[in-house]
């Protein structure tokens, strides 16, 4: 019984990774302000807390810091 629940939570887990990646680039790329970049940032860093706890790739870290960067300029 407990394995069927391990197989029913890890879709769900990939699924709001990408969802929650998802949310978080629209986010940064509707930013028009200052203000509004600092809220991303801490989107940005909730995201990481979250998901490092069930280990999400580096790659997605990375992708998140490069768009705000870009987003600044």
């Known amino acids: 019984m407990l ?3 391990n197989k029913v939570v890890m879709p769900q887990t990939t699924q ?6 998802n949310k978080t ?11 509004q970049l600092e809220g991303a940032s801490k989107m940005i860093e909730n995201f990481k807390n979250l998901y490092k706890k069930v ?3 580096k790659v997605l870290s990375y992708s998140l810091d490069r768009a705000i960067k870009l987003k600044r300029l």
């Open 25 to 35: 680039i629209l986010v940064i790329e509707s930013c028009k302000t200052k203000s």
């Open 3 to 5: 394995i069927n629940l």
């Open 55 to 57: 280990g999400y790739s």
């Open 16 to 21: 709001s990774l990408e969802n929650s990646y």
